[in-house]
T-cell receptor, first 113, second 109 residues
Framework: DAMVIQNPRYQVTQFGKPVTLSCSQT?????MYWYQQKSSQAPKLLFH???????NEADTPDNFQSRRPNTSFCFLDIRSPGLGDAAMYLC????????????FGQGTRLTVV | KNEVEQSPQNLTAQEGEFITINCSYS?????LHWLQQHPGGGIVSLFM???GKKKHGRLIATINIQEKHSSLHITASHPRDSAVYIC???????????FGTGTLLAVQP
């Protein structure tokens, strides 16, 4: 059974229309990560939560926000998607202790039209 | 300079060849992950290493903590091994998971 689930797998949104991507986990992991991956590039960390502590990467645009209402769920909100935000968005989790494995969702492919 | 570097970026091999992908990192880590991503697909974790060597089927991963270097080896490569292989360093102090640039492997029959 999938332990890190991202919904939806594919999302099409209009230019400028807010969109929310969802990630849920059944592992009770402390840390949840959101990554953006553009074609032929490595995933780029946008932000991560350690429990309720939010850690934003310095170069993450303000257009990207995140919420973690509880341990199991984490959301990525894109307030005004631009064409350049079209990408695969990956969610990952880890327990947060030293030397623990990370688990990945299947990703959400976002298309902006 | 990326904190996690991989080489080569692209690799083409003939079926049956022994393959090595290298990863070097410049940050302190608690663990290093080797991941596999098929085109358009999600990411699958192959190994997590904090020391030594691990083997799973035809895949072997090693890490040298002193040299800050890890390698992924594929023995008797097969076309179904064709994918992007990514190493990701898990920074112990920061909890960040930092990805390398990936190696695109194509195994030809």
């Amino acid at each position: 059974d999938a332990m890190v689930i991202q919904n939806p797998r594919y999302q099409v949104t209009q230019f400028g229309k807010p969109v929310t991507l969802s990630c849920s986990q059944t592992l009770n992991h402390n840390v949840m990560y959101w990554y953006q991956q553009k074609s032929s590039q490595a995933p780029k960390l946008l932000f991560h939560y350690y429990d309720k502590d939010f850690n934003n990467e310095a170069d993450t645009p303000d257009n990207f926000q995140s919420r973690r209402p509880n341990t199991s769920f984490c959301f990525l909100d894109i307030r005004s998607p631009g064409l350049g935000d079209a990408a695969m968005y990956l969610c990952a989790t880890s327990r947060g202790d030293a030397g623990t494995e990370a688990f990945f969702g299947q990703g959400t492919r976002l298309t902006v039209v | 300079k990326n904190e996690v570097e991989q080489s080569p970026q692209n690799l083409t091999a003939q079926e049956g060849e022994f393959i090595t992908i290298n990863c070097s990192y410049s940050v302190g880590i608690s663990a290093l992950h080797w991941l596999q991503q098929h085109p358009g697909g999600g990411i699958v974790s192959l190994f997590m290493l904090s020391s030594g060597k691990k083997k799973h089927g035809r895949l072997i991963a090693t890490i040298n903590i002193q040299e800050k270097h890890s390698s992924l080896h594929i023995t008797a490569s097969h076309p179904r091994d064709s994918a992007v292989y990514i190493c990701a360093a898990h920074g112990g102090a920061t909890n960040k998971l930092i990805f390398g640039t990936g190696t695109l492997l194509a195994v030809q029959p």
